[in-house]
Nanobody
């Protein structure tokens, strides 16, 4: 069982990146997908979450209007499209799979599966 986030990198302010979250060993369609980030010295932040069907999406206020979460259940993969990136978006980004999105923004949210992170650096 494995969940892997990828697609991070170095991008200039105002640029875009698309992160992918690939699952193996289990059916990602059975779970909601959450995206999280953690910057050095800061607590984990729930960035976005998408329901199992993809019909419901949630965003942190800090990324609303700039980030778009999606999923392709046929490919067992989730995505986070990040546009208009800012230096404060710099962090390690993680994806996770859980039964529901409710509470994904709280520290007590404990996903069933965590993926390895990918570094996103926004800098000129």
């Amino acid at each position: 069982v494995q969940l892997q986030a990828s697609g991070g990198g170095l991008v200039q302010p105002g640029g875009s990146l698309r992160l992918s979250c690939a699952a193996s060993g289990f059916t990602l369609a059975d779970y909601a997908i959450g995206w999280f980030r953690q910057a050095p010295g800061k607590e984990r932040e729930g960035v976005s979450c998408i329901s199992r069907s993809g019909g419901n999406t949630n965003y942190a206020d800090s990324v609303k209007g700039r980030f778009t979460v999606s999923r392709d259940n046929a490919k067992n993969t989730g995505y986070l499209q990040m546009n208009s990136l800012k230096p404060e978006d710099t962090a390690v980004y993680y994806c996770a799979a859980h039964y529901y999105c409710s509470g994904y923004g709280s520290p007590g949210y404990n996903p069933k599966y965590w993926g390895k992170g990918t570094q996103v650096t926004v800098s000129s």
